[in-house]
């Protein structure tokens, strides 16, 4: 264990804590990270749609942090702000449901079956943005004063450590199911162990403070533990690694349904196959189009949800059937509730994963690959654009489909895709990937159904004179794995993006002048390489967590492991840079060019065509050696800072900007992301001081 430095006993005038300096900076961190995870859980599972737009709750957690460091070497007092309005958004939220306006363009869809009603989108995500840069603005400012304390790398190697840990507790949580009040009371245990000072006996004047401390820190958040704990006891109530999932069981026309909520919107229902049938035919479509109207052997559906997909398949006379669900909750809810029980059948293997990862490890041939409504409502956290669902619809999915049919077989899909160029995107996606048009039946409503099938053949696919007409003059063309927005019919950033980013970035200009008292750009001023450090940073760990979404899969696990491997990355990059004598900056640059060509250099496809094991190791080099060169180079230049929190802030600010140019992706594609970071660093290279200061021991 650490041995605290003598600076701990001059911190107990200014932050009166039982704990040593080091301690506190863990714990700071631990809380910091935690925090804003599950502020992005929560809000995005209480506020009807926000899911879809969960990255600019991430932005303003950066900005906060980067605020809340900058004001860290001027309070006076602790942040009590921070409590007071976590307990009042989470009160407000339960209190007065909103629900994200989506608007009306028809560039962007969303997935819902929900009326578009509330506040525009451009006016409450700059609401949510400035709630929850206030909200981790107090823990990032109880960091800022730790750094103060502690030598430069030393300060921010314990902050890294108390991050792995935040991110981990966060993570095992999501692993157990654990509602909400798991959340509020550890967050509720770290704000007043941190917060509240410790009363020494015969001390009347202190135990006041102490009890004024308390009383700031405890009676905002215990309201919180309130509500939550008040949610957390709702049977209908459970929590999956995605979303807050809600269930509903009743009867319709003497058959039994189960109604599936995520985050406030309607999602699944479970019913029996013959009722499916009945009153929804087409989804017996791929049955008739594919084989020649033959009982397919072996099946495979993705995003098998509750269930009712693989129960089809059964009624259909399916042998075997591997149901793919990348949401554990939902399948065990199927488990349990669905009436026909098709998860209890011996001829169902059910597999947790993604259906893109899936197929990626498998050797297995199958006589129908069907694509059953994936249409999540959430995006891959840390990345803006990025559905769960994104890489099953691309041009090389579909491929990768093809690969896996049996001899006569075919793949198909079907859903309510809203807009008729949806629907011809992905007919055409089929046709250029099978090299012939698919069956394309559609049912006439607002949702716009609709029911593709493409055999591995022409002659393996039956239209029935439902054949596909082909693409028109505004159909889009197919997504791939470079740009994979399926829902984005123009090759323009919408404007509901554009306009909510400049009140996002005008809100932080504001933000910072007032919390740095008007000085704080002129503290920042001398760092601004350090301010491009963090944007390229911010996009280095976009392209790493995209790239692994489609090498293993958009499942929670394989990004928190990504998560976690960054932060790992940068903790041993400090550790390099304070134990060993490292390369000149210049040469750390040459090999952050390097690492960033490399990633340029090898295709994605190039890396799906390797084994796991080879692909992970790949993998892992390509991506973490930019990012290990770069936080070298920040590490060197953050050592050498005459301002440790002003120098600290700016790349947290510079961090939120990447956060921004990351919409950047939905005109030149994620690989595109690669050459706005290299711009990046070329700008920081430019901006770093030619006379470097002493290094600090």
Not at 181 to 197: D, H, S
Not at 205 to 228: D, N
Not at 233 to 246: I, M
Not at 333 to 358: M, N, W
Request: hydrophobic share 50%.
């Amino acid at each position: 264990m650490a041995v605290d430095s003598p600076t701990d006993q001059v911190s107990d005038v200014r932050w009166p804590s039982p704990f040593g300096v080091r301690t506190r900076l863990v714990a700071s961190s631990a809380l910091m990270l935690f925090l804003e995870l599950a502020l992005i859980r929560w809000t995005g599972s209480n506020v009807v749609h926000l899911s879809y737009f969960s990255n600019f709750v991430l932005l303003g957690s950066f900005l906060g942090i980067g605020i809340g460091i900058l004001r860290s070497s001027r309070a006076k007092r602790l942040p009590y702000y921070s409590p007071l309005v976590l307990g009042l958004l989470v009160l407000v939220i339960a209190w007065k449901p909103v629900t994200v306006d989506r608007g009306t363009s028809e560039s962007v869809i969303y997935f819902t079956s929900l009326n578009t009603t509330g506040p525009p989108t451009w006016v409450i995500l700059p609401i949510v943005f400035v709630a929850a840069a206030v909200v981790l603005a107090g823990p990032a400012e109880l960091v800022g004063r730790c750094f103060s304390e502690l030598p430069r790398l030393t300060a921010y190697r314990f902050d890294l450590v108390g991050s792995l840990i935040g991110i981990g507790a966060f993570t095992a949580l999501s692993f157990l199911g654990a509602p909400p009040i798991w959340w509020g009371a550890i967050v509720t245990v770290m704000f007043g162990a941190l917060m509240i000072p410790r009363t020494r006996v015969g001390s009347s004047r202190r135990a006041v403070a102490t009890g004024l401390s308390a009383a700031l820190v405890l009676s905002p958040l215990l309201v919180m533990i309130g509500v939550l704990f008040h949610e957390s006891r709702q049977p209908e109530n459970s929590w999956s690694p995605y979303y807050k999932v809600q269930t509903k069981s009743y009867e319709w026309q003497g058959v039994p349904l189960l109604t599936i909520t995520v985050n406030g919107v309607p999602h699944q229902q479970a019913i029996p196959a013959d009722a499916r049938l009945q009153w929804e035919p087409q989804y017996g479509l791929p049955y008739e189009r594919a084989n020649a109207g033959k009982a397919p052997k072996n099946v495979l559906i993705i995003g098998a949800g509750s269930g009712s997909d693989v129960a089809i398949a059964l009624k259909k006379g399916a042998q075997h059937v591997d149901a793919v669900e990348i949401d554990p909750r939902i399948r065990d809810l199927g488990k349990e509730l669905h009436p026909d029980r098709p998860y209890q059948d011996p001829r169902v293997t059910s597999h947790i994963d993604d259906g893109r990862a899936f197929l990626s490890r498998t050797d297995k041939k199958y006589d129908l690959i069907l694509l059953a409504l994936p249409d999540s409502l959430t995006l891959v956290n840390g990345a803006s654009s990025l559905r769960l669902e994104s890489y099953l619809f691309t041009e090389e999915a579909f491929k990768s489909a093809k690969e896996h049919l049996a001899p006569g077989g075919a793949f198909a899909m079907y859903n309510y895709y809203r807009e008729t160029w949806l629907i011809d995107r992905l007919a055409s996606t089929a046709e250029t990937a099978f090299g012939h048009k698919p069956c394309v039946d559609q049912v006439g409503d607002d949702l716009q159904q609709a029911v593709v099938t493409v055999g591995l053949t022409e002659g393996d696919q039956t239209c029935g004179g439902k054949a596909w007409a082909g693409a028109t003059s505004i159909t889009p063309p197919p997504a791939t794995d470079n740009r994979p927005f399926l829902y984005l019919f123009t090759d323009r950033i919408p404007s509901l993006y554009l306009v909510t980013l400049g009140l996002i970035m005008v809100a932080g200009l504001i933000g910072v002048g007032i919390a740095g008292g008007g000085s704080s750009y002129g503290r920042m001023k001398p760092y601004a390489d350090l301010f491009l450090l963090g944007a390229g940073f911010m996009l280095l760990e976009t392209k790493s967590i995209t790239g692994f979404a489609l090498l293993f899969g958009t499942t929670w696990v394989v990004n928190a492991i990504v998560f976690a491997g960054v932060l790992v990355a940068v903790l041993a990059a400090v550790e390099v840079t304070r134990r060993f004598k490292t390369p000149p900056l210049k040469v750390m640059y040459v090999v952050l060019f390097g690492g960033l060509a490399l990633s340029w250099i090898f295709p994605d496809d190039w890396l799906l065509a390797m084994p796991v094991g080879l692909r992970a190791v790949v993998a892992v080099l390509i991506a973490f050696l930019p990012i290990f060169a770069a936080n070298v180079i920040f590490a060197k230049r953050f050592t050498d800072t005459a301002d440790a929190t002003a120098s600290f802030g700016a790349n947290l600010l510079g961090a939120m900007l990447g956060g921004c140019l990351e919409y950047a992706a939905l005109l030149i594609g994620f690989d595109g992301l690669l050459i706005v970071a290299a711009l990046l660093y070329v700008g920081a290279f430019v901006l770093t001081p030619k006379v470097r200061a002493a290094v600090r021991t």
